[in-house]
T-cell receptor, first 116, second 110 residues
Framework: ETGVTQTPRHLVMGMTNKKSLKCEQH?????MYWYKQSAKKPLELMFV???????ENNSVPSRFSPECPNSSHLFLHLHTLQPEDSALYLC???????????????FGPGTRLTVL | QKEVEQNSGPLSVPEGAIASLNCTYS??????FFWYRQYSGKSPELIMF????GDKEDGRFTAQLNKASQYVSLLIRDSQPSDSATYLC??????????FGTGTSLTVIP
């Protein structure tokens, strides 16, 4: 256990559905991240929140909408997804020291998403 | 040019041998470097991080960093079948931007 939890672990949804992924960290970290991991591709950073403020949005389609109500919780709201969005979605957290690179990331177990 | 490059493998080594995993990165401003192990169907697990040139040892693992050559490696001594996994190299510039390689698949043969 890394101290980062994600729910649900598996999700199957149709293209017209709306669903949300949840992430919670118990490490006292200030930065939280969403990544997408597809087969044969590097981890793709989607969103970063630092002290609840979004600091990165790497050209992610608007059908993915993040929400960070506090430093311990992170959501990813999904709406009208495409089959190519099927992937493993990983949440991570780190200390979030913006002026430093000493920011080890710890990952949650991931949500395996399948879009039909 | 990719931010982080790794040989995808697969790399096969016999049990007890040394496994050597390599990674290069493109941004000279990168400051910290990480190795993650990922078992099939699981999330990445942090196993080593290194910030300074030279070697850093932790048990059977040694990370090596050469900033002049923009090169970071991971050595696994006395490889065990349980070390069979995909190893991800990650690089961090200042702040929250992390870049990952595609990973190297390692198989340790009993």
């Amino acid at each position: 256990e890394t101290g980062v939890t994600q729910t649900p672990r598996h999700l199957v949804m149709g293209m017209t559905n709306k669903k949300s992924l949840k992430c919670e960290q118990h490490l006292g970290h200030n930065a939280m991240y969403w990544y997408k991991q597809s087969a044969k591709k590097p981890l793709e950073l989607m969103f970063v929140y630092n002290f609840k403020e979004q600091t990165e949005n790497n050209s992610v389609p608007s059908r993915f909408s993040p929400e960070c109500p506090n430093s311990s919780h992170l959501f990813l709201h999904l709406h009208t997804l495409q089959p190519e969005d099927s992937a493993l979605y990983l949440c991570a957290s780190s200390q979030g020291r913006l002026q430093s690179s000493y920011n080890e990331q710890f990952f949650g177990p991931g949500t395996r998403l399948t879009v039909l | 040019q990719k931010e982080v490059e790794q040989n995808s493998g697969p790399l096969s080594v016999p049990e007890g041998a040394i496994a050597s995993l390599n990674c290069t990165y493109s941004d000279r401003g990168s400051q910290s470097f990480f190795w993650y192990r990922q078992y099939s169907g699981k999330s990445p697990e942090l196993i080593m991080f290194i910030y300074s040139n030279g070697d850093k040892e932790d048990g059977r693992f040694t990370a090596q960093l050469n900033k002049a050559s923009q090169y970071v490696s991971l050595l696994i001594r006395d490889s065990q079948p349980s070390d069979s996994a995909t190893y991800l190299c990650a690089v961090n510039r200042a702040g929250n931007q992390f870049y990952f390689g595609t990973g190297t698949s390692l198989t340790v043969i009993p």
